[in-house]
């Protein structure tokens, strides 16, 4: 009896301690516990819940374990358990625990809530969705839910509806840094970027050491001009945060971007150790000179940049970079096309690569059926708001023509094979997927536009350069002996400027070519 109640005194002290952050306090009375009690169940699993807050996953995750083997009646470890295999990376084993958390209390919000933020992690968002409904159910003011909820609305680019639970959480709680981080993000992503800043350094003011805050902080930095802003902020997210690949590649890119290319090596090979996707990783690298260039951007790099660059791409492009391909090569275009179109009421045109539909409006006109297809998502999900599209695909370019049965009339690819370098595979793909006659129009970054290059383009015997900014540049010769070879005319091949860089003029060609 004594030994019971000391027991049980231990306890009720070493949860008040934990319950106040006296951490060290806490798991020396729940050790002393189970000196006494070696198969106590609620010292184990508290144990296991602290070593969870310390940050140390596997040792949360035997503890709690343990503790269930000896009762897997308790809802609450269950849950605790799946928290601890989600910070261990095990997202399927943790929506496993939580469901059968919730066998054992269907009426559980937090069991309810974990469940949905595993269903958005394994990229059910819309099931995670109804889960966080049904925690709101249950509890309408709960904090989490409606925050993570907003959260899975951003991942679906709704985020005016994103905004709307993100304001709802902090009216549940006025000082919480993951909501007006959310915020923040989805005030970027609507073009506030104004707005989005205060969010971020709100954020970062109710938790100095927020990594994620600082890297979006940077982020934005860096698109709106300010790289030497961004670095500091890319310092800050790694002193909170060592190790956290986002930001050492956000700290490359912005030397990078400073012409630091020395420094942005370094920092790029630090990245690789760390984790970063080794395919992106070398060809940033190869972009500097420091390695072999591949043959094209990786796919997952394209859409991961593009996929972030979409909500302030349009305005970026034209007002920031002056930038005029799309109305230059549909105008080509359209002076090189048949005199009629074979069905009688216009021709059927694929915009490859077509973002957020910049070519959109100049190739509707020409069109009975206009098409897109892009990477990314989130540019997909803006050119859709367009309606000037009657279908929208998400694949590679290459691939799509490849592989698809339908053929077109006109191909027009407007700043997009500054992503591919070798084009070999892509004429192939192109003349199969148009019709005799079909038009073939595109714009490339001119590799023979100066002395300079000239140098650059007796290095690049394979016709192509990737160059320091991360796109590639072609040469006219190279053209022409693919449109040789894969059955093509020359219609027009025309110099231009594409856009601005740094406030210097990017010269490009324009062509138009016909399959025979």
């Not at 699993?45 to 009646?73: F, N, S």
């Not at 925690?135 to 925050?147: D, K």
Request: net charge negative; proline share 4%; glycine share 10%.
């Amino acid at each position: 009896m004594n030994t019971a109640m000391t027991t049980d005194s231990l306890l009720r002290q070493a949860v008040a301690h934990h319950q106040r952050g006296a951490f060290a306090d806490a798991e020396a009375l729940y050790a002393h516990v189970l000196q006494h009690d070696p198969a106590n169940f609620d010292a184990l699993h508290l144990t296991g819940v602290l070593a969870r807050q310390r940050g140390d996953a596997q040792r949360a995750l035997e503890l709690i374990g343990r503790a269930i083997a000896l009762d897997g009646t308790r809802a609450i470890a269950h849950c605790n358990l799946g928290a601890a295999q989600q910070d261990a990376g095990c997202d399927g084993d943790a929506l496993a625990s939580y469901e059968r958390a919730l066998a054992l209390q269907p009426d559980y919000p937090l069991a309810l809530c974990n469940r949905a933020n595993a269903l958005r992690r394994l990229g059910r968002v819309d099931e995670a969705l109804d889960g966080y409904a049904a925690a709101l159910a249950l509890s309408p003011r709960y904090p989490e839910a409606l925050c993570n909820r907003a959260l899975a609305l951003q991942e679906l680019g709704r985020h005016d509806a994103a905004l709307d639970g993100f304001a709802a959480a902090l009216a549940a709680r006025p000082a919480y840094p993951e909501a007006v981080n959310g915020a923040a993000v989805s005030l970027l992503a609507t073009g506030d970027t104004e707005g989005a800043l205060q969010g971020f350094d709100r954020a970062l003011q109710l938790r100095p050491g927020y990594a994620e805050a600082w890297c979006g902080r940077g982020g934005l930095l860096l698109y709106a001009g300010q790289p030497e802003a961004a670095l500091d902020s890319w310092h800050h997210a790694l002193a909170a945060r060592p190790g956290y690949v986002r930001a050492q590649l956000g700290l490359a890119n912005t030397l990078r971007a400073l012409g630091r290319n020395e420094a942005a090596i370094i920092a790029y090979r630090q990245a690789r150790k760390m984790g970063a996707d080794a395919a992106t990783v070398d060809y940033l690298l190869a972009a500097l000179g420091a390695g072999a260039a591949p043959p094209a951007s990786p796919p997952d790099y394209v859409a991961a940049l593009f996929d972030g660059y979409a909500p302030r791409f349009d305005r970026h492009l034209v007002e920031e970079l002056r930038y005029r391909t799309p109305s230059l090569l549909a105008s080509l275009l359209q002076r090189h096309l048949p005199d009629s179109a074979g069905n009688g009421n216009g021709f059927d045109v694929l915009d490859l690569g077509c973002g957020t539909g910049l070519c959109g409006p100049h190739l509707r006109p020409l069109a009975r059926h206009l098409g897109g297809v892009d990477l990314s998502r989130a540019m997909l999900a803006r050119a859709g708001e367009l309606g000037v599209y009657d279908e929208l695909a998400c694949a590679g370019i290459e691939p799509y023509l490849r592989d698809s049965d339908r053929q077109w009339d006109v191909l027009a690819a407007a700043d997009v094979l500054v992503y591919i370098g070798d084009l070999d595979a892509l004429f192939g793909a192109a003349r199969q997927a148009l019709r005799a006659g079909g038009r073939f129009a595109f714009s490339v970054e001119v590799l023979d536009s100066s002395k300079e290059e000239h140098k650059e383009e007796r290095k690049a015997e394979a016709g192509y350069a990737l160059r320091p900014s991360g796109r590639y540049a072609h040469a006219t010769a190279y053209l022409q002996r693919l449109v040789a070879r894969h059955g093509f005319a020359v219609l027009a091949l025309e110099r231009c400027t594409l856009r601005q860089d740094s406030g210097v003029d990017v010269a490009g060609l324009l062509a138009v070519m016909a399959r025979d």
